[in-house]
């Protein structure tokens, strides 16, 4: 068993415990490994410290050697926001693609494999799933990351998607409580406000967590958003009238409750992290993730001692310190049972754990015109290919009378909006690289007019770049910028012949010669949509 390092005492040693903290580089530093000897018990992982699967293998068992029970978190959604493949774009549809299929047995399989491949590595809580009904259109920051705007639908879809991470010895950490779909803000910039009556809140953006809590979801993260039916005062991240009344008391979640990153703005810019940190576990949370953009040993130590002086002080009781830090031990000890309990059922099986067919519906993707279908090897046992048989069946395809199949490479003209802090500017998305596999010859741009600027400015570069080659318009939340449907309007005015592949949250109306949603810009999105366009 893991060994403290003598001298550190038990009020010290909670205060660590209840951190979870993230670092720079592909190794773990000395500081890192001296924390865990004196009681740090969780690490966040991100994309920073990943190279490959064999690295990060060999990160975590670094980690292990040093505490053998430690958490190793990463926020791996799959879709648009992944760190495992950061650099590649992700072998898995997120959240709104599998809504769109709307196949519980087929998200099931997805999480399991998403999870089997995490566990493989070392990897043992998952900041995941999204459980926020994306009501607003509009929003910033989550879009495509929720499973859709019905309720309903976001609800079934949770429960699946932590039952089939959970399956495979990984816990799932459903977020972000209670509910950041209706937000025009996001949250690492500002503090989002969220207006609707307590009926709306506990039909609408209750109701997939409680799923999830039934389901057995063993974490759950906290929003840094103000509800003011709930709290007017603090935001739920600090609410003790949202974690203890309403999560604990009044859903009965007994699992461990996770902040969302102390350092976004919505908390480091209004209460600063230390003070932030004290009051979320006051509040009813039992772990602290930090590390998203503060990566380092001071960080570490400023929050350790905030709340060490806030015990000593008074200002926070030592018995909820002490509960916090025992729910994070018993979190651990799940993950190493679960881990056994996974590998036994994976051994005896060969499959993922209560996964139901792939193929077994195909009540999603629904097309105008001849659509995607299933495509080919959609079939459940696809293991590896179970992110693409997914991708593929999210698609929904329009195609115009005038349609002419791409016979020749074309050019790929990318609307690039600014990326979102969740997704990060790291990983690749679009179908270019995929349509040059498919099309060998094939070239692209990438266009980006500005939130304040004229997309009639931005189409003629693309339409120069472009030559006299078939246009593919590759666009991410159309319905969100002004600007690029400006430049959409002018691409296809110049060139009707275009076709569109919409990456994002699909709110705009169809248009093009051809016109694809992927639901999603994850890698295996962008190779759905090549498929399409080049005809395999």
């Known amino acids: ?30 500081w890192l490994l001296r924390r865990l000897g004196e009681g740090l018990a969780s690490v966040g992982l991100f994309g920073r410290n990943i190279a490959s699967p064999a690295q990060l293998g060999r990160l975590t068992a670094q980690l292990r050697a040093e505490r053998d029970d430690v958490l190793v978190a990463i926020d791996e959604e799959g879709g648009d926001v992944t760190r495992l493949e950061v650099r590649t774009g992700s072998s898995f549809p997120g959240n709104h693609a599998l809504g769109a299929v709307d196949d519980v047995a087929l998200t099931r399989e997805v999480a399991f494999e998403l999870g089997r491949r995490l566990a493989e590595c070392g990897v043992n809580l998952n900041w995941a799933p999204s459980a926020d ?22 609800a079934r879809h949770t ?50 967590f409680r799923a999830a809590i039934a389901a057995g979801s063993r974490a759950v993260m906290s929003a840094h958003i103000l509800v003011p039916a709930l709290d007017p005062d603090r935001p739920a991240t600090l609410s003790r009238r949202v974690l203890t009344g309403l999560l604990r008391e009044e859903l009965g979640y007994q699992g461990l409750i996770v902040t969302d990153g102390m350092e976004m703005q919505a908390i480091a810019g209004t209460y600063g992290i230390e003070r932030g940190s004290v ?36 200002e926070l009781a030592e018995e909820r310190l002490a509960d916090a830090a025992e729910r994070v031990r018993a979190l651990a000890r799940w993950t190493a049972s679960a881990s056994v309990s996974a590998q036994a059922s994976a051994a005896a099986s060969g499959s993922a754990p209560d996964a139901a067919p792939a193929s077994a519906s195909a009540s999603g993707g629904v097309s105008t015109g001849t659509g995607a279908g299933a495509g080919p090897g959609s079939g459940s046992g696809a293991g590896q290919d179970i992110g693409l048989v997914a991708a593929r069946r999210a698609l929904t395809v329009t195609r115009s009378e005038a349609y002419e199949p791409v016979g020749e490479p074309p050019f790929v003209a990318v609307l ?12 690749p998305w679009g179908v270019a690289a995929e349509l040059a596999r498919l099309l060998p ?31 593919v318009a590759v666009v991410r939340d159309e319905h969100r910028h002004a600007w690029m449907a400006s430049a959409l309007d002018a691409l296809l005015a110049a060139r009707p012949d275009t076709i569109v592949v919409e990456m994002g949250v699909p709110q705009a109306t169809p248009r093009g010669a051809l016109h694809i949603a992927t639901h999603g810009a994850a890698r295996v999105c962008g190779r759905a949509a090549a498929e399409i366009i080049a005809g395999h």
């Open 133 to 154: 009904v994306n009501s607003n259109p509009g929003n910033p920051v989550i879009g495509v990351r929720s499973f859709g705007a019905d309720t309903d639908l976001v």
């Open 279 to 314: 009051l979320a576990i006051a509040a009813g949370a039992d772990a602290i993730c930090v590390g998203g953009g503060l990566a380092d040993d001071e960080t570490v130590r400023r929050l350790r001692d905030a709340l060490v002086s806030a015990v000593r002080s008074g």
């Open 441 to 471: 010859g094939t070239e692209t741009g990438s266009f980006a007019g500005g939130e304040g600027g004229n997309g009639e400015d931005t189409a003629p570069a693309a339409l120069t770049a472009a030559g006299d080659r078939r246009i």
């Open 159 to 208: 429960a699946a998607y932590v039952t089939g991470l959970q399956a495979a010895g990984v816990a799932a950490c459903t977020k972000h409580f209670p509910g950041h779909g209706d937000t025009a803000v996001d949250s690492h910039h500002a503090l989002p406000r969220i207006d609707v009556d307590g009926s709306v809140l506990h039909a609408r953006e209750l109701a997939p």
């Open 1 to 30: 068993m893991t060994t403290l390092a003598s001298g550190t005492d038990t009020l010290t040693r909670d205060a660590l415990t209840v951190l979870q903290p993230g670092f720079t580089g592909t190794s773990a530093p000395d």
């Open 416 to 427: 690039t909006p600014v990326a979102n802090i969740a997704v990060g500017d790291e990983t």
